[in-house]
């Protein structure tokens, strides 16, 4: 897993080599090259390459880059044939690339599987357009078509035949700065035209045939980070302390992918659909922010181990993380939310829960928003604090105010739907044997919650008994509202141990 993460980090610094980024003064092709072998020094990567000038053009060739991988697990290695750069006589300098560009991947790791992986890069209208100065540099760029495909493939020195692997993609429009000062700061955007995948695997011990096609409408990409001039990649609390951040939001248009999977005899199909999305990931020293969505999602699988065929819709489908991620002894805000909306099952799975339709078949909705304030007495990415933390060595933080801003559950004819606010107390662990005290409120309202037990009884799905325990549970804690089979409930704590429910003392 380390190798593929190293892979991963070093890919995405070559992205400056592979597609890139703008402003307006002098700037020279060996200052632009000169830029860009900083640029991976300070990531850590070893880097060489064979240097020709000519007249008002430089040529990078025999390029190689490698980087021990975490834990002296091996080295990763990558190599290509190179590039050049040109000056137009205007202060600017343009990037070539070759049409087809291979780049080759070497993993050796210290106990384990060498990999060996070749990659061509092809691409039709290539044009990067390099402006500024040295401490300043802006990239516009413009591809056509660019295609990564999956040319070589060898594990522990024997080749392998995995069929087709690409990923293709059109129309690809951007800009992106880069500014040198007591950090490298970045800022691009990009949009594009339609994306493809596609994949066909055959398992080299012959068990298994994969297919695999995507198609989606196109993605745009906007966001800044910022890189210490000189960091470790493999400590991640150390780069955040230098400044290492990073925000930036994906918005992706509609797709579909599917597949075909075949093994002994058993063939899976399933199928994927979206009308597009977002995806937006932030971080710095003292937060990491994840979030994302998408709309009018369809999803069906059959064949092979399953069953019978299914087949699920959802109108709307997001989440969002906010997590504090270093020592603090001030509060810090939290949140966590999900949201399901319009959630269907088709007529077939019903058919199989609920033959007569005693049930309403409408489609669900869960969806929660929570935010709050907490304390953490560590850092999340240091490894000592962190195992001090999940040992019971030390106190991993404290939670001070927890807010329910909405609860929504909906499905078959009934409804759950709530709110509410507590801060706790976090010198007084007695009142509530260990947990810091409460203060505050929740309330809570059901619609058609009897009606629906009354079916699932008369459809045999719960016991009469235990119904009439919930029902008794429900007196207890809530009250008939002015609807009808409406239920409301308001519990409050406060910090001195009561417990009231809808002003009834019930602790």
């Not at 106190?395 to 929504?408: C, Q, V």
């Amino acid at each position: 897993m380390t190798s593929w993460k190293s892979t991963g980090a070093c890919t995405a610094a070559l992205g400056v080599f592979l597609s890139s980024s703008a402003a307006f003064a002098d700037v020279t092709a060996e200052q632009v090259w000169g830029d860009w072998k900083n640029y991976m020094s300070g990531f850590g990567y070893d880097l060489s390459a064979s240097e020709n000038i000519s007249q008002d053009t430089l040529t990078v060739s025999d390029i190689t880059i490698s980087i021990d991988l975490p834990d002296d697990e091996g080295k990763l290695g990558i190599s290509m044939e190179g590039f050049t750069f040109t000056e137009n006589g205007d202060g600017t300098v343009s990037l070539s690339v070759p049409p087809i560009m291979p780049v080759t991947i070497n993993i050796n790791p210290t106990t384990g599987e060498t990999v060996d992986l070749t990659l061509n890069y092809a691409t039709t209208g290539y044009t990067v357009n390099i402006s500024g100065d040295p401490g300043d540099i802006t990239y516009n760029f413009a591809v056509a078509s660019a295609e990564v495909s999956l040319d070589r493939l060898v594990v522990n020195g024997l080749a392998i035949d995995v069929g087709e692997a690409s990923l293709s993609i059109d129309d690809v429009v951007g800009t992106s700065n880069m500014k040198v000062g007591d950090l490298r700061r970045t800022m691009q955007k990009f949009d594009s035209g339609p994306i493809r995948l596609a994949v066909d695997f055959t398992d080299p011990e012959g068990k298994g045939h994969l297919v695999m096609n995507g198609d989606y409408g196109g993605i745009n990409f906007e966001g800044m980070g910022s890189f210490p001039l000189e960091m470790d990649v493999k400590n991640l609390g150390a780069m955040l302390a230098s400044g290492f951040a990073f925000d930036g939001k994906y918005t992706f248009n509609g797709g579909a992918t599917s597949f075909n999977f075949e093994e002994n005899g058993k063939v899976t199909e399933a199928s994927t659909k979206s009308d597009g999305g977002h995806l937006e990931i932030a971080m710095d020293q003292t937060k990491l922010r994840y979030s994302g969505g998408s709309e009018n999602i369809e999803i069906r699988m059959s064949g092979g181990d399953i069953p019978l065929p299914v087949e699920l819709a959802m109108k709307e489908w997001g989440f969002n993380l906010l997590l504090p991620i270093s020592k603090s002894d001030d509060e810090q805000d939290f949140a966590l939310a999900m949201n399901i909306t319009g959630f269907a099952l088709s007529d077939l799975l019903w058919g199989l829960a609920d033959p007569a339709s005693n049930l309403p078949h409408d489609p669900a909705t869960v969806a929660f928003d929570l935010t709050g304030k907490a304390k953490l007495f560590f850092d999340l990415f240091d490894e000592d604090q962190m195992l001090a933390a999940t040992t019971g060595a030390e106190a991993p933080g404290e939670l001070n105010a927890l807010k329910l801003n909405s609860l929504t559950v909906n499905a078959v004819g009934a409804e759950l739907t709530g709110d509410g606010a507590f801060t706790f107390d976090n010198s007084d662990l007695t009142t509530f044997d260990g947990m810091p005290a409460p203060t505050g409120a929740i309330d809570l309202k059901m619609v058609g919650l009897n009606g629906l037990m009354d079916k699932l009884v008369a459809m045999g799905m719960m016991p009469e008994d235990q119904a009439m325990g919930m029902r008794m549970m429900m007196g207890m804690f809530a009250v008939v509202g002015e609807d009808e089979d409406t239920l409301t409930s308001k519990i409050e704590v406060s910090g001195d141990g009561q417990i009231k429910a809808n002003g009834q003392r019930i602790q």
